[in-house]
C-alpha cells in the first residue's frame, strides 16, 4: 500500500511539473535575490564556539513569503488534480486572500513542532504529520487557523501512520535527489551565486514533492468523509 502511494505521488508530481514549477520558481527567485541583496539568512560558525550569523531582512523576507508560497502551491495542485492547472496570478490571488489565516496557521504549526523537537525528532514529525492538513483547510475550505489545526488533527487520525512513513520515505527522496542536483552543479559552476540559483530553482521543485503526499492523502481523507 505505501508503495502504490508513494509511486502514485511521483506520477502526480512528475506529470504536473511544469505547473508546479510555474508557481515554485517564483518563490525561489525571491529567495535568492533576497540573499544577494541582503545577504544569507543563516552562516554557521566555521569553528567551534562561533557565533551563529544571520540577516534579519533575508530572514524576515523569507519567513513572510514561505506561507504564501505554500498556499500558491496548494492552490495549484488542487487546480492540476482538476485537470486544469492554473495560472500564476490565479493561484497567488488564492493564497492572497487567506494569508493572514495562512500565516497564523503555520507559526501555530512550527510552535507544535518545534515543542516536537524538544523531545528528539519522532515526536516532532508526528505532530507535523497530524497537523499537516491544516493549510489545506484555510486554502481550499476558508477554515480559520484553529478550526483547521483541530480539523487536521482529526483527519489524520486513521491514517496518521501511514502518512508519516510516506512522508519519511518522500523527505528521503528529496534529500538524495537535491544531494546529486547540489553536487552536479558545484562540480560544473564555480560562481557561487550562479550556483545557488541553479540549484535553488529545481531544489524547489523537488520539494514540492512533500506537498503533492500531502495533498494525495488530503484528497482520501476527503474522500472518507464524502462516503
Not at 23 to 39: D, H, I, K, R, Y
Not at 100 to 123: K, N, Q, R
Request: overall charge positive; charged content about 10%; proline content about 6%.
Amino acid at each position: 500500500m505505501i508503495s502504490q502511494r508513494f509511486r502514485e505521488i511521483l506520477y502526480f508530481w512528475w506529470r504536473n511539473l511544469g505547473p508546479i514549477f510555474l508557481v515554485t520558481a517564483p518563490f525561489a527567485l525571491l529567495t535568492e535575490a533576497s540573499q544577494w541583496l541582503f545577504g544569507p539568512s543563516f552562516v554557521f560558525p566555521e569553528e567551534a564556539g562561533g557565533a551563529l550569523q544571520f540577516s534579519g531582512i533575508s530572514l524576515a523576507i523569507v519567513l513572510l513569503s514561505r506561507p504564501l508560497a505554500e498556499g500558491t502551491l496548494i492552490a495549484q495542485l488542487a487546480a492540476a488534480r482538476s485537470g486544469k492547472p492554473a495560472g500564476l496570478l490565479h493561484c497567488l490571488a488564492a493564497a492572497v486572500l487567506v494569508y493572514p489565516m495562512l500565516l497564523a496557521t503555520y507559526a501555530i504549526m512550527a510552535v507544535g513542532v518545534s515543542l516536537g523537537w524538544l523531545a528528539f525528532f519522532f515526536p516532532a514529525l508526528w505532530v507535523y504529520t497530524r497537523l499537516c492538513f491544516a493549510p489545506f483547510l484555510v486554502v481550499l475550505k476558508r477554515r480559520n487557523p484553529i478550526d483547521a489545526l483541530r480539523q487536521s488533527f482529526a483527519m489524520t487520525q486513521d491514517q496518521q501512520w501511514p502518512l508519516l512513513l510516506i512522508l519519511v520515505l518522500v523527505f528521503l527522496a528529496f534529500v538524495l535527489m537535491s544531494s546529486i542536483l547540489a553536487s552536479l552543479v558545484t562540480a560544473v559552476v564555480s560562481q557561487p551565486q550562479a550556483a545557488a540559483l541553479l540549484v535553488g530553482l529545481p531544489v524547489s521543485l523537488i520539494s514540492a514533492l512533500v506537498n503533492v503526499a500531502v495533498f494525495r492523502y488530503w484528497e482520501m481523507a476527503q474522500d472518507n468523509v464524502t462516503h
